[in-house]
Structures are given as structure tokens and as C-alpha cells.
């Protein structure tokens, strides 16, 4: 069974950078559709970006794009994400999914898209 861990959270000032690092255990993590989301006191949980099972494909948030990058290290089995010029709003608990299913979803900011979640991390961005 493949196992998530996030890191990387932190309190930053705004226009600050951080990078998440999401590490995969169990299974080599390009057999999944993979995702970050991120989830504020009181709303939603919300899609920032997503990256499709064997292939590069990598989808962005409208609210993120042009700010957050995502990638991978396959050697070492770890999902990132490159936050910069964060911004107040970014504050969030951050969570790396899995999802089982090969292709595209129908909708890759639904998170029942995914199947395994780790624990997250915490983001804090001061103005």
C-alpha cells in the first residue's frame, strides 16, 4: 500500500518561497495521477495542481498559475511544490494525493480523483 508524507510547511512573509516535498513510499509514484491540494479554516479542501500518471501533463489553479510549479525527482520517489511570491491568501494546510486510476479524470480537482492522502503541512504566509 503506498504511503504519503509531506514536508516542507513553514511560516514565510509574503512574496516569500517555499518548496513542498511530497515522498511516496510503497510503489513508484508515476503509476499514479498525483495532486496537491490545500485546505484553509473554514473552507474547502481546493486542487493547486495536478501532474497525470506516466506522462508530464501538469495542471495548475487559475489562483496559483504562474507562481507554483510541480515536479518530481524519480530517484527519489518525491512529488514537489515550488511555491513563490506567496501571498496571505496561500495559507493553508497543504495535502499530496494519490489516485489509483490511469488517464485523465474528469475533473482532476475533485478529490475523490484520488485515493491515498498524507497528512499534510502547514503553510503561513504574513503580510
Known amino acids: 500500500q503506498v504511503q504519503l508524507v509531506e514536508s516542507g510547511g513553514d511560516s514565510v512573509q509574503a512574496g516569500g518561497s517555499l518548496r513542498l516535498s511530497c515522498l511516496v513510499s510503497?510503489?513508484?509514484?508515476?503509476?499514479?495521477?498525483l495532486a496537491w491540494f490545500r485546505q484553509s479554516p473554514g473552507k474547502e479542501r481546493e486542487g493547486v495542481g495536478f501532474v497525470a500518471d506516466r506522462i508530464d501533463s501538469v495542471e495548475y489553479a487559475d489562483s496559483v498559475k504562474g507562481r507554483f510549479t510541480i515536479s518530481g525527482d524519480n530517484a527519489k520517489n518525491t512529488l514537489y511544490l515550488q511555491m513563490s511570491n506567496l501571498k496571505p491568501e496561500d495559507t493553508a494546510m497543504y495535502y499530496c494525493a494519490a489516485g489509483e486510476k490511469t488517464g485523465w479524470p474528469v475533473r482532476w480537482s475533485d478529490e475523490y480523483e484520488y485515493d491515498y492522502w498524507g497528512q499534510g503541512t502547514q503553510v503561513t504566509v504574513s503580510s
Open positions: 510503497g510503489q513508484n509514484y508515476r503509476r499514479y495521477r
